[in-house]
């Protein structure tokens, strides 16, 4: 059985920081593409970033660039996304999935529960 189990979210204020980890088990965690997505109320679950199996390349949302990074430990089967400079905007629930890779979520297979970050202004 699959399971995608994200951690690290809380109340932040603006222009701090938190690192988001997702626990991979159940999958072989280097045939798949990682990617992390969030969903705010009332909008669609958006790209946010991905990263290959091999770790070698990285994809991140515009709106992001340059604040979060995302990262993998093979050996930990863990995935992770450090978030600076945080804002307002960026208040969602953070989704960790598993897939053949791209922006979209329906080209993602497996999916954690979600884990909800909040930045105050």
């Known amino acids: 059985q699959v399971r995608l189990v994200e951690s690290g979210g809380g109340l932040v204020q603006a222009g701090g920081s938190l690192r988001l980890s997702c626990a991979a088990s159940?999958?072989?965690?280097?045939?798949?593409?990682m990617g992390w997505f969030r969903q705010a109320p009332g909008k669609e679950r958006e790209f946010v970033a991905a990263?290959?199996?091999?770790?070698?390349?990285?994809y991140y949302a515009d709106s992001v660039k340059g604040r979060f990074t995302i990262s993998r430990d093979t050996a930990m089967n863990t995935l992770y996304l450090r978030m600076n400079s945080l804002k307002p905007e960026d208040t969602a629930v953070y989704y960790c999935?598993?897939?053949?890779?791209?922006?979209?979520?329906?080209?993602?297979?497996?999916w954690g529960q979600g884990t909800q970050v909040t930045v105050s202004s």
């Open positions: 990263i290959t199996w091999s770790g070698s390349s990285t």
């Open positions: 999935a598993a897939g053949a890779g791209g922006h979209s979520y329906y080209q993602y297979d497996y």
């Open positions: 159940g999958l072989s965690f280097m045939s798949y593409t």
